[in-house]
Nanobody, 118 residues
Framework: QVQLVESGGGLVQPGGSLRLSCAAS????????MSWYRQAPGKERELVAS????????NYADSVKGRFTISRDNARNTMYLQMNSLKPEDTAVYYC???????????WGQGTLVTVSS
């Protein structure tokens, strides 16, 4: 079955760093583009970063560009989000997303909470 499990969230002070992980089902991961989204209280869910199936191309929201890095290790069926220079406005639940229309795949993880506060 298709599963996405996020981990690595927590409480961090402004300026600190966290590394999020998303463990995916082995049979789909290497063939699937992946993304990180986040949703802050009272806000719409927004795209943070995306990465192609091979890891050869990445895209970032302007709000995180230069601070966050998305990566993946297809041999380990895992995607990562390295978050540096964190700001209070980065506080949100962060979600892993797999999307491939020809497979009818649109799968979300349960999310991991990141709280940036002093």
């Amino acid at each position: 079955q298709v599963q996405l499990v996020e981990s690595g969230g927590g409480l961090v002070q402004p300026g600190g760093s966290l590394r999020l992980s998303c463990a995916a089902s082995a049979f789909i991961f290497s063939f699937t583009p992946m993304s990180w989204y986040r949703q802050a209280p009272g806000k719409e869910r927004e795209l943070v970063a995306s990465i192609t199936s091979s890891g050869g191309s990445t895209n970032y929201a302007d709000s995180v560009k230069g601070r966050f890095t998305i990566s993946r290790d297809n041999a380990r069926n895992t995607m990562y989000l390295q978050m540096n220079s964190l700001k209070p406005e980065d506080t949100a639940v962060y979600y892993c997303h797999a999307y491939r229309t020809d497979w009818g795949l649109d799968k979300w993880g349960q999310g991991t909470l990141v709280t940036v506060s002093s």
